[in-house]
């Protein structure tokens, strides 16, 4: 399978906005002509079928989805205290994605009410 040179990336687990989530991948798939990009979602470990059967609604080119290992964030420790549903370092999982040229990180909360795939075309 032949990937895209950009790709949307999500940081998420099951329980952690999941309607929003589908919402935005709807908006995203409303908006836009997904077919040209791919799609990575950085998951919880035993959430691969989970987040599998939600993708396959949607027409991304490719769909990737790589499972967190969290043992290697067990130690981080943040400055200021929060309530975190899960840990905000697994964002870092997304430095091992280097095959593409532009990757477009998004929160599960957001709502893509136009066009933004000229965002890729960007020499910054």
Avoid at 55 to 64: G, P
Avoid at 71 to 91: C, G, H, M, N, V
Wanted: aromatic share 18%; proline share 2%; glycine share 0%.
């Amino acid at each position: 399978m032949k990937r895209s040179d950009h790709s949307l990336v999500f940081v998420l687990d099951s329980s952690y906005y999941l309607d929003l989530f589908k919402i935005a991948l709807y908006s995203i798939q409303k908006n836009n002509d997904i077919s040209t990009i791919d799609i990575n979602l950085f998951v919880l470990p035993d959430q691969e079928i989970f987040f599998t059967k939600i993708l396959d609604k949607f027409n991304f080119k490719n769909k990737f989805i790589h499972i967190i290992n969290t043992k290697k964030y067990d130690t981080i420790e943040f400055a200021k205290q929060r309530d975190w549903l899960f840990s905000p370092a697994y964002r870092f999982e997304i430095f091992k994605l280097k095959k593409y040229k532009s990757i477009l990180y998004m929160d599960t909360d957001i709502l893509v009410i136009s066009n933004f795939l000229d965002i890729f075309q960007m020499d910054k």
